[in-house]
Nanobody, 115 residues
Framework: QVQLVESGGALVKPGGSLRLSCVASGVNFSSKVMAWYRQAQGQQRELVTF???????TYTSSVRGRFTISRDNAKNTCYLQMNSLKPEDTAIYHC?????????WGQGTQVTVSV
């Protein structure tokens, strides 16, 4: 089965840091553009960042300079380093491709930024 498993979410204080991991199985990982998405309560899912299979990265403006996406193809893993976290970063974070097609969505990992 194709599976995406996210981990690393936690409750952190504003200004704190987290590193999320996404382990993919059942896919040709190295051929995929991998992305992180987030969905805040009551909001639609938004694209946060993605990394091409050549290592090129792209970020939405709200996280640029604070978040870093990376990948380790040997481990079939994509990471999201999140620094200087803000309350508005609170969301469930998912990994996936850029679509066409999406892989089955994993459970995501909850990031909560609060005092």
């Amino acid at each position: 089965q194709v599976q995406l498993v996210e981990s690393g979410g936690a409750l952190v204080k504003p200004g704190g840091s987290l590193r999320l991991s996404c382990v993919a199985s059942g896919v040709n990982f190295s051929s995929k553009v991998m992305a992180w998405y987030r969905q805040a309560q009551g909001q639609q899912r938004e694209l946060v960042t993605f990394i091409d299979n050549d290592g090129t990265t792209t970020y939405t403006s709200s996280v640029r300079g604070r978040f870093t996406i990376s990948r380790d193809n040997a481990k079939n893993t994509c990471y999201l380093q999140m620094n200087s976290l803000k309350p508005e970063d609170t969301a469930i974070y998912h990994c996936n491709t850029l679509g066409s097609p999406f892989l089955p969505w994993g459970q995501g990992t909850q990031v909560t930024v609060s005092v």
